[in-house]
């Protein structure tokens, strides 16, 4: 399984693709498939039937999986897109490192 450098709640923008220069916030990873979910991005419209919980059906729209290749992450720190590389801390735990400024991402 494949150890994604992006994580859930980060925020990403989006690098290529139909939805270039949005921003959002990663809701879901998926490590097998080095996909991610981001809120607001790759938005698609899906038919959905009416059932006892929705009443009312209709067109709901959903967010898509993009490939991680197509995020970069945004540094908390100073706000640009950044690449991640990975030090151990004091206590031996991995960390993720802005690439740009050089401060712990986490």
Excluded at 13 to 27: A, N, P, Q, S
Excluded at 29 to 56: G, H, I, L
Excluded at 65 to 88: A, D, E, F, Q, Y
Excluded at 96 to 105: E, L, N, P, Q, T
Aim: contains cysteine; hydrophobic residues 30%; charged residues 40%.
């Amino acid at each position: 399984m494949a150890k994604l450098k992006i994580r859930k709640d980060d925020k990403v923008v989006v690098i290529t693709g139909k939805d270039k220069g949005r921003e959002g916030r990663v809701l879901r990873t998926n490590p097998t498939s080095e996909r991610v979910v981001v809120e607001r991005v790759a938005v698609t419209k899906k038919a959905v039937r009416p059932t006892q919980r929705n009443q009312a059906g209709g067109f709901v729209e959903i967010e898509q999986p993009i490939h991680v290749s197509n995020v970069m992450l945004v540094c908390p720190k100073c706000g640009k897109p950044t690449r991640v590389s990975t030090r151990r801390d004091d206590d031996g735990k991995r960390v993720r490192v802005c690439k740009k400024c050089g401060k712990d991402i986490d």
